[in-house]
């Protein structure tokens, strides 16, 4: 053991704010580490870190659908039936179409978004903006399922009952989308 400087740096107590897991009292004994507060201890930066890389998946999971969907629709208007169709139809076409290319850039969006604002120290914000531009992208892809559902199943059946499917389909999504995740956020969130 050197005497000069208290033991070698693997003998030494670490200091409060060096090392990154430096533990210090925060006047209430709880040991929390210093500059994290948010119960997972991270810093800001890292928290940043994290939930880009969950939002990432997210983006994934949603851009696969949609640009699959918007494939399929922009192929309809090289079919001979298209041409048969009557206008109604046509313009719900065309609003499925434009509703599609919409939730395709918002979900496009945050990559861009990331790869421009990249290295200026912006990240929480570029998340939460990122965050912003895929809810609207999903929001923009409800939209457009429901009125390519609507257009398809107009077109095959001509029925009456139509509307009354497309609207139950519709409290599906909203259901799986937004109503269960809110339930669970209200009932099992972290209230402390």
């Known amino acids: 053991m050197n005497e000069r400087d208290g033991g070698t740096?693997?003998?030494?107590?670490?200091?409060?704010?060096r090392g990154g897991n430096a533990e210090v009292e925060d006047g209430g004994g709880t040991g929390a580490r210093t500059g994290r507060h948010d119960g997972r201890g991270e810093t800001e930066e890292e928290r940043?870190?994290?939930?880009?890389?969950?939002?990432?998946q997210e983006i994934r999971v949603a851009q696969t659908g949609v640009q699959i969907l918007l494939g399929f629709l922009l192929t309809v208007v090289f079919t001979p039936l298209f041409h048969d169709l009557e206008q109604t139809d046509k313009t719900i076409y065309l609003v499925t179409v434009v509703l599609g290319s919409l939730a395709t850039?918002?979900?496009?969006?945050?990559?861009?978004?990331?790869?421009?604002?990249?290295?200026?120290?912006?990240?929480?914000?570029?998340?939460a903006w990122a965050s912003r531009l895929t809810f609207?992208?999903?929001?923009?892809?409800?939209?457009?399922?429901?009125?390519?559902?609507?257009?398809?199943?107009?077109?095959?059946?001509?029925d009456?009952?139509?509307?009354?499917?497309?609207?139950?389909?519709?409290?599906?999504?909203?259901s799986c989308w937004f109503a269960l995740p809110l339930w669970v956020r209200t009932h099992y969130a972290d209230r402390s």
Do not use: C, M, N
């Not at 940043?48 to 990432?56: G, I, K, P, V, Y």
């Not at 496009?108 to 570029?126: D, E, L, T």
């Not at 992208?137 to 059946?157: K, M, P, Q, S």
């Open 9 to 17: 740096p693997e003998e030494q107590p670490r200091e409060a704010g």
């Open 48 to 56: 940043a870190d994290r939930r880009w890389q969950e939002l990432l």
């Open 105 to 127: 850039g918002a979900l496009i969006g945050p990559v861009s978004f990331h790869r421009i604002v990249s290295g200026r120290r912006v990240k929480p914000q570029a998340v």
């Open 136 to 158: 609207t992208g999903i929001l923009l892809l409800l939209a457009t399922l429901t009125a390519a559902l609507f257009l398809i199943l107009r077109v095959a059946t001509h």
């Open 160 to 174: 009456p009952y139509v509307p009354w499917l497309v609207s139950g389909v519709l409290a599906w999504y909203l």
